[in-house]
């Protein structure tokens, strides 16, 4: 009997083991294990060598040319000295692997350990850190372009919400609520300032899960797998909105690391009056995005706690209370 078609699988982390023993010459007691398992997964890899990690992209995810320019930026930043995970070459010095797996092939690649371990609560002087070490990234990637996603209003506003759409009844009130933000979004994207904004290439998902702190706080940034293009101050703003949902609004420590955070990328480079006006509401806007990221993936992720009452939970606990604190429903207040 011909095995029965599947849309997603969990590979064998021994035999991947084996495989990795023989692409990279790693030595006979290489372990490999499961440690996460999600929108792409990720192996440890334990050696006498030291760790690694090796991410096995979901299939049909991220095309061969898009992981290969993902390549292309982290080889950049590795050589600009910037704290990342960086790719592994094999024996052929090939960097991306093809996995024959159930469901089609699957790609893969190897990455470098990050020393430390995330951390959610950190201190103002670690956020100073990460401060740096995004502006540093963004340095680089200033007025830079990868063959990958253009983070355009449309993409992170309108698509998203045609995802959420499929999940989400229409005329609920959450619902009228996300079509309502959705449009006052789109006007503060049309009438801001574009002169102003640095463009570039953008990680979109810097937060305490893509960084590994260690005791002396070096920090190290991980996961590109949603870099792309875009307005440099989506990824401050992503980063703002992280904290904000890690720390107590209210409480002055919140305030005093969200400034110390600012402080550290701007001793590295200036963050224009523009950008700094418009980190709410880029804030919101990629609420929208990353949830219309866990309704692209149902199927194969996110089925196992995404239905109505979450979203409206997601959308009235966070989104909403989000776009109310900054009063982002009243366009006079965030437009010129």
């Given amino acids: 009997m011909a095995h029965f078609p599947v849309t997603n699988s969990n590979l064998s982390a021994a035999h991947l083991g084996l495989f990795l023993q023989e692409k990279y010459a790693l030595d006979k007691d290489a372990k490999c294990q499961l440690i996460k398992a999600g929108i792409n997964d990720t192996y440890l890899v334990t050696t006498h060598a030291g760790k690694f990690v090796f991410r096995v992209y979901s299939?049909?995810?991220?095309?061969?040319?898009?992981?290969e320019e993902e390549i292309r930026l982290l080889n950049q930043l590795k050589q600009n000295g910037v704290s990342i995970s960086y790719p592994i070459p094999d024996r052929e010095n090939k960097y991306i692997q093809t996995l024959n797996a159930p469901e089609g092939d699957r790609f893969a690649v190897l990455f470098t350990f990050a020393s430390g371990e995330k951390l959610h609560q950190v201190s103002e002087e670690t956020h100073f850190q990460v401060g740096q070490l995004m502006a540093q990234f963004h340095k680089i990637s200033h007025n830079q372009t990868l063959n990958r996603t253009d983070y355009t209003p449309e993409a992170i506003l309108v698509d998203s919400l045609k995802k959420v759409s499929c999940f989400l009844s229409d005329g609920s009130e959450e619902m009228d609520?996300?079509?309502?933000?959705q449009s006052r979004l789109?006007?503060?994207?049309?009438?801001?300032?574009?002169?102003?904004?640095?463009?570039?290439?953008?990680?979109?998902?810097?937060?305490?899960?893509?960084?590994n702190i260690t005791p002396d706080n070096k920090v190290t940034l991980f996961d590109f797998d949603f870099c792309g293009n875009g307005w440099l101050c989506l990824d401050i703003a992503y980063y703002i909105l992280q904290l904000h949902n890690l720390e107590k609004y209210e409480a002055k420590e919140y305030q005093a690391k969200i400034e110390s955070f600012i402080k550290g990328y701007e001793s590295v480079t200036a963050i224009s009056p523009e950008e700094k006006r418009l980190i709410p509401m880029l804030g919101v806007s990629l609420y929208f995005f990353y949830l219309g990221v866990q309704c692209q993936r149902y199927d194969n992720w996110s089925n196992s706690f995404l239905n109505e009452n979450y979203l409206k939970?997601?959308?009235?606990?966070?989104?909403?209370?989000?776009?109310?604190?900054?009063?982002?429903?009243?366009?006079k207040m965030v437009v010129h």
């Fill in 177 to 181: 609520f996300m079509k309502s933000a």
């Fill in 186 to 211: 789109l006007e503060v994207f049309r009438q801001a300032d574009s002169s102003r904004i640095r463009r570039g290439i953008v990680h979109l998902d810097i937060w305490f899960d893509n960084l």
């Fill in 313 to 331: 939970r997601f959308i009235n606990g966070l989104i909403k209370k989000y776009y109310d604190l900054y009063g982002l429903g009243d366009i």
């Fill in 59 to 67: 299939f049909n995810w991220r095309t061969k040319a898009e992981i």
